[in-house]
């Protein structure tokens, strides 16, 4: 995976705030909700979203801390993350499953309620 871009870095920080707020909420976003929160730029704006997301799901990963990303829901995939999510999460050994269904939505509630009490109580950095 190439490095990130300066303007890359920039929005994978906002979306970090935006969705260490929805965690200090206790709530989930979906994808298009936190596009317009974070104010995403330009065409494609949701598949961008989602391949920051991964830098953050792999950031969060390699520094053993519950996964943010995990507030990042897709409506289509009735609360849960889309098929990328536990595609990569399967790439970093993280989930051995199938990328949607029951299996997949229990293992999203498992990282979600980590990442709600982890990233809930105060923004850790």
Do not use: N
Not at 43 to 50: E, S, V
Not at 70 to 93: D, M, Y
């Amino acid at each position: 995976m190439p490095e990130p871009s300066a303007d890359q870095l920039y929005l994978a920080a906002e979306l970090r705030r935006a969705l260490q707020a929805c965690a200090s909420a206790g709530e989930t976003v979906t994808y298009r909700d936190l596009a317009a929160r974070v104010e995403f730029p330009g065409p494609h704006a949701i598949h961008r979203l989602t391949t920051l997301l991964e830098v953050l799901v792999r950031d969060d990963h390699a520094a053993g801390r519950p996964l943010l990303a995990a507030l990042a829901v897709s409506r289509a995939q009735k609360g849960i993350p889309g098929r990328g999510f536990f595609q990569l999460l399967a790439e970093l050994g993280r989930y051995d499953g199938p990328d949607q269904g029951p299996q997949a939505a229990g293992h999203h509630a498992r990282e979600l309620a980590a990442a709600l009490e982890w990233w809930g109580k105060a923004a850790p950095s």
